[in-house]
T-cell receptor, first 112, second 108 residues
Framework: EAQVTQNPRYLITVTGKKLTVTCSQN?????MSWYRQDPGLGLRQIYY???????DKGDVPEGYKVSRKEKRNFPLILESPSPNQTSLYFC???????????FGSGTRLTVV | QKEVEQNSGPLSVPEGAIASLNCTYS??????FFWYRQYSGKSPELIMS????GDKEDGRFTAQLNKASQYVSLLIRDSQPSDSATYLC????????FGAGTILRVKS
């Protein structure tokens, strides 16, 4: 089944404790992206990647890091999480730059 | 002005009616337009894409694009309670930008 897989689905952590949210797609898509979704603010892009080793900042990159060492994987790293990073996070992938994204199931992160 | 604007709703329609969802965008060079459906607690699901002016139909869904007016809409015919969800408009100019979504409620 073609899909984007994120893990974990739910995560509660404490301020400052480094964490990684994994994302993997099995569709051989070039483009991958991370979004956060907050009530009233909609989906906002954190980082995106156009290919292996090619990443760029989205609209809200502060406090996040990403890497794209393999085409299928695009992990999101929070090196020192803070409470304002409590949000619902989605990984997504697309075969072309201007194409529609397929989204993962989401990761609900709470930072206390 | 937001880059992609949608009425937040909720838009309430009776079962069997046509639901009309609207979206305006500010970037005149936008080239790709998408509608996503998002059920509560779930991820967005792509339901329609449209790239040129006019209408595009897929089952009960019709997407309409008017680039001159910078307006894209989604019509859902014969609305069903299972269509109750938040509908997100997304527009690609030099990046993909999402609207905040319109809540649709279909009453049986």
């Amino acid at each position: 089944e073609a899909q984007v897989t994120q893990n974990p689905r739910y995560l509660i952590t404490v301020t400052g404790k480094k964490l990684t949210v994994t994302c993997s797609q099995n569709m051989n898509h070039e483009y991958m992206s991370w979004y956060r979704q907050d009530p009233g603010l909609g989906l906002r892009q954190i980082y995106y990647s156009m290919n292996v080793e090619v990443t760029d900042k989205g609209d809200v990159p502060e406090g996040y890091k990403v890497s794209r060492k393999e085409k299928r994987n695009f992990p999101l790293i929070l090196e020192s999480p803070s409470p304002n990073q409590t949000s619902l996070y989605f990984c997504a992938s697309s075969p072309i730059l201007a194409g529609g994204y397929t989204f993962g199931s989401g990761t609900r992160l709470t930072v206390v | 002005q937001k880059e992609v604007e949608q009425n937040s709703g909720p838009l309430s329609v009776p079962e069997g009616a046509i639901a009309s969802l609207n979206c305006t965008y500010s970037d005149r060079v936008s080239q790709s337009f998408f509608w996503y459906r998002q059920y509560s607690g779930k991820s967005p699901e792509l339901i329609m894409s449209i790239y040129s002016n006019g209408d595009k139909e897929d089952g009960r869904f019709t997407a309409q694009l008017n680039k001159a007016s910078q307006y894209v809409s989604l019509l859902i015919r014969d609305s069903q309670p299972s269509d109750s969800a938040t509908y997100l408009c997304a527009v690609y100019g030099n990046k993909l930008v999402f609207g905040a979504g319109t809540i649709l409620r279909v009453k049986s």
